[in-house]
């Protein structure tokens, strides 16, 4: 936060906002205009002020990352990124820690105490914590940690939901949990303002072993500091804000919502898992971290960057990737790959393959090939590649009763969690052509002509 502020990328207010509605309207209007991260730092009715927008810019990630925010490029910074997961660094556990300032026991532990009641959105049906906190759990087989990011709503003092949606890690563990103790609570911790690379890290979708704590380190290139909880085995970031402990039964389910997606769209009303406050613990005048989800180009572009690192580590290990890009407008469903085409079918073997990876299995509905010199960071190109190389019949693959994470409006609840899924075919059918003893006609791009045109200009006096 500090080197934000330095960098003039984090507004202030001082100003007594409501958490009910203005923490809501004045976050969705940075985040339309991109604008700096802000710290309210009077919220109505409580002490606890509230960060927001910390990671939703290529520039904040750059910093996050100790990278120069000249070089906000997304291409640089994934391949940083992707130098930096090769080499997980092991966490470090420490007595003591920031977090373990303030410890609250028992009745003690109280939301209402260290929780400003945000209203992220006007039809949430209660305030939430987990828009942007790592809730953490541990295999109870192979004792590996994971982090991740599950909306948490506020349903008591010493409750909340917690939506561990199927396919992620969380879940799984919960799963297992259940099959190994039935009957028994499972323990979680949900970490809430957190050194940014533990939330990037949180936000992907890494592969077990090791845990998120270990590729955080990575990123940080040093270990990530870790410290006991007080009421069960579970290790949570040290330098925390806050630190929420509890318990999670697997049978036991409440209804949740609506809450404002990341697709854009309110959520229905749907039942989650219950979480058990049994303690906080805190720093001194402690700082609560969220964010505003909504339509992908307001709520940054953090979550996709992260798992286009994560898709483009697994792609381009395969013959012939060449790019690929996660545009944060297609909500996690949408994957562009630039393909190096080398043989009949090769296109198909590269979508199945998305299709068939472990993490992104539940999320891209639509992949579409490209051919090389396409790039895929550009729709405009990307459109015309679809537009001129397409035939319905021959170049549209479609993949019945896939895996699903259950937010895409195209169906009704009723129908979730598993979808049909479509790739394209994209690529230039120079198989097509060659059977027939014939070339593809060639662009007409005049590539050399444009660079002379470019190198002179000033000449033409012409303002763009």
């Given amino acids: 936060m500090i080197l934000l502020e330095k960098k003039g990328l984090l507004a202030k207010v001082k100003a007594e906002v409501d958490p009910e509605w203005e923490i809501n309207g004045v976050t969705k209007k940075l985040q339309d205009t991109w604008g700096p991260a802000v710290l309210f730092e009077n919220v109505k009715r409580h002490k606890v002020r ?4 910390l990671i939703e810019t290529l520039e904040r990630i750059a910093l996050a990352l100790d990278i120069d925010p000249a ?19 092991p966490p470090k556990i420490v007595k003591n820690g920031p977090c373990k300032e303030n410890i609250l026991l028992g009745d003690k532990a109280d939301l209402d105490a260290i929780f400003p009641p945000i209203r992220w ?80 890290a949180a936000v992907t979708k890494f592969r077990h072993p090791p845990g998120e704590e270990a590729y955080a380190g990575g990123l940080r290139k040093e270990p990530v500091e870790l410290i006991k909880c007080e009421t069960c085995d579970l290790e949570v970031p040290a330098t925390a804000e806050i630190i929420l402990e509890g318990e999670v039964y697997p049978e036991e389910l409440k209804p949740d919502g609506p809450f404002g997606e990341y697709t854009g769209y309110l959520g229905g009303v749907t039942t989650v898992n219950v979480f058990h406050l049994k303690a906080i613990t805190h720093r001194d005048n402690p700082i609560f971290q969220g ?48 393909l190096r085409k080398s043989w009949p079918g090769h296109v198909n073997e590269i979508i199945h393959a ?14 579409v090939v490209v051919d090389e010199g396409v790039d895929v960071y550009n729709p405009v190109e ?12 021959r170049d549209i693959v479609i993949a019945p009763r896939c895996p699903d994470i259950g937010l895409d409006v195209s169906q009704p609840y009723s129908k979730r969690y598993l979808t049909a899924k479509w790739g394209i075919d994209a690529t230039m059918p120079v ?29 033409y006096g012409i303002t763009i």
């Fill in 71 to 89: 070089d906000a490029d997304v291409r640089k910074i994934r391949e940083e990124w992707l130098k930096r997961i090769e080499h997980p660094i």
């Fill in 291 to 338: 964010t505003r989800c909504g339509r992908p180009w307001e709520a940054g572009i953090y979550s996709p960057t992260v798992m286009e690192c994560v898709v483009y580590s697994r792609l381009r290990k395969l013959p012939g990737v060449v790019d690929v890009h996660v545009p944060p407008s297609g909500c996690y469903f949408k994957l562009i790959i630039s």
């Fill in 382 to 393: 990307v459109e015309w590649a679809i537009a001129n190389h397409v035939q319905p019949d």
């Fill in 431 to 459: 198989e097509e052509y060659k059977a027939e003893g014939t070339e593809p006609p060639p662009l007409c791009d005049d590539p050399d002509i444009k660079a002379k045109v470019e190198a002179q200009w000033e000449k």
């Fill in 50 to 53: 509230v960060l927001c927008g």
């Fill in 121 to 200: 959105h006007k039809g949430d049906g209660g305030p939430y914590i987990g828009t942007l906190a790592p809730v953490i759990t541990k295999d109870s087989e192979t004792k590996v940690q994971n982090a991740g990011i599950y909306r948490m709503m506020v349903m008591a003092k010493n409750e909340t939901g917690l939506y561990l949606c199927p396919g992620q890690h969380g879940y799984q563990h919960l799963q297992k949990w259940s099959l190994l103790y039935p009957s028994k609570p499972m323990p979680v911790a949900v970490a809430i303002g957190t050194d940014p690379v533990y939330l990037l």
């Fill in 354 to 367: 998305v299709w068939g990876d472990a993490e992104a299995a539940s999320f891209f509905k639509n992949v």
